[in-house]
């Protein structure tokens, strides 16, 4: 059964950092795109993150400069460093994973979520 268990949320203050893993199973992990999304209340799903299985990194302008996406492949692991967080971060994040040709920046090519963990940026 495919698992994706996110970890490293929590409350951080404006300006501060967080790394975020997701430990995958059940999936041939280096074969697949990974990626992160973040949902606020209220607010539709939103791409932040992708890394191809070849390295290869795409992000959102939002998240651009201060994020970064990475992946361990000895420990099917994906990670999000998340730095100069702000309030407007605050949302729950979702690991996601996809091995079709098209990219995690489409959500329709997600084929596995997360249960996702949150992350609150207070002022």
């Known amino acids: 059964q495919v698992q994706l268990v996110e970890s490293g949320g929590g409350l951080v203050r404006s300006g501060g950092s967080l790394r975020l893993s997701c430990a995958t199973s059940?999936?041939?992990?280096?074969?697949?795109?990974m990626g992160w999304y973040r949902q606020a209340p209220g607010k539709e799903r939103e791409f932040a993150a992708q890394?191809?299985?070849?390295?290869?990194?795409t992000y959102a302008d939002s998240v651009k400069g201060r994020f970064t996406i990475s992946r361990d492949n000895a420990k099917n692991t994906v990670y999000l460093q998340s730095n100069s967080l702000k309030p407007e971060d605050t949302a729950v994040y979702y690991c996601?994973?996809?091995?079709?040709?098209?990219?995690?920046?489409?959500?329709?090519?997600?084929?596995?979520w997360g249960k996702g963990t949150p992350v609150t940026v207070s002022s």
């Open positions: 996601a994973a996809g091995a079709r040709v098209g990219p995690l920046t489409s959500i329709y090519n997600v084929e596995y």
């Open positions: 059940g999936i041939m992990f280096s074969t697949y795109t």
């Open positions: 890394i191809g299985w070849s390295g290869g990194t």
